[in-house]
């Protein structure tokens, strides 16, 4: 049996290791934390929306979405308990930045039901909104932030879609499936070397100094996956960079009556507003140009203290679009890191080392996509292993709910940069 060590049990190397053992592979996850979904899995906003700017992007999510719908037949284990999918649907203001025509039509080829709102739609049926139109996004330090509105917004709205709760149990899940048929996770134990033998991978090394050998290796391993990328030695020939990058996400309590309402995606003002379980609201970033970019060179030393520039920044925003909204005097929220990728979609592909997979460059964007990650790279591995130039002849993987195919040669390493989605738009 060919044995597979996946690095990270965030809910991406969670789902691989799922599908891997079910593809009949020995699996062995290793995580320096002390257990799933510890690293930026468990910051996530898990927002589950169609809205991308390419085929396979919106057939990927669209797929993904029925798994979560699904969730405990896709697990197939029983636990004691279970994420769960809040499908309450997913309001898209418009944009400039993102073309009606573009997206509706994806969404028919792809088969996501939609409706395209006036502005009179949307004053109508979320009457809770100020529906003006501020773009660009401004700085709230501005006075340009607090001019009146050009005119009205409309939205494309997607009765289906919404977010997962919570995000870390989702990936606890996706480990005691993969658990459950066998696979083993080791954790606090930290890799500290790719092992190779010439232009092959061997296995790892743990920081303990003992060594993990193995056919395949993957790297699922979030933002320090550019890390593990320089310890396996590749990276020269790829074409797209990925980059780890600060984030916050702030909550808040809504007035009455807004619950449970669609998620907000709102590119006009720069943020997204997602509802909770318990009646409060995350308010996340869309990077708007007038905000600075938090990069950072290591995960590790991130300021993970939530500051009080950018919760007022989120905030401020989200109560221009809420006028309702009481701004709390205590800010609460989370810092978390994304692994960005130059053009913000993944990296699902081989590398030159053969055996060494990446799973990596996620975006800020692929928490809703995990569960189809996992079938996509085993089915990716297992024919890349048979002999198939995935380069030349890419992989092509069939949705099992939707028939979509997907063409996985759209998250090589060395694809033509899509320069259509140089902004995660949200979630
Ligand atoms: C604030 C925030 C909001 C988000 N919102 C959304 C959203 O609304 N919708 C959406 O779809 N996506 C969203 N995302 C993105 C999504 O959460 C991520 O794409 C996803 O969780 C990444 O999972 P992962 O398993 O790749 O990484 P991680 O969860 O980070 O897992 C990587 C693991 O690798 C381990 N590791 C790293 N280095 C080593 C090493 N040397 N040795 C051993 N182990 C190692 C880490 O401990 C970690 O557990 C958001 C992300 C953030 C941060």
Redesign the pocket.
Known sequence: MPKAIV????????SIALELIRNGFEVEV????SG??????????????FNYSTYDSVALAWEAFHCWKNWQQHLNVNLASYARLYDVGVIMLDAPVISTERTTSLFEQVGVAYEVWSAEDLKSKASYLDGGKYWPPKPVTSDEFFEDAQSNLGAIFTPQGG?VDD?QLA?ENLAAAAAALGATFRFK????AVLKDGDRVTGVELNNGEKLFSDVVVN??????A??NQ?AGVGKDFTIEVRPMR???HQVDTPLGLLPGPIVGDVDLGI?M?PTPNGALLI?GTEPECDPLEWVDDPDSVNMVRTAERFEAQVTRAARRLPALQIPNTPLG??????VSSDWT?IYDKTSLAGFFV??G?????????PVVGQLMAKLIGEVRDGRDHDSDPVIFKGAHTGNEINLGAFSRKREYNSENTHSV??
Do not use: C, H
């Not at 290793?30 to 934390?33: G, P």
């Not at 799933?36 to 929306?49: D, E, H, L």
């Not at 699922?220 to 996956?225: Q, R, T, V």
């Open positions: 690095i990270g049990a965030g809910v991406i190397g969670s290793v995580d320096k934390a799933a979904g510890q690293g930026s899995t468990s910051a996530s906003s898990a927002v589950v929306r977010y995000p990936a134990a930290e890799i500290q699922a391993a979030g933002p320090w996956s890390k593990i310890l984030q916050e996400v997204y997602r996340g989370i810092v978390g890191v994304y692994d993944p799973a990596i996620t975006s800020g964007n692929q928490f809703k996509n995990a949200m979630g």
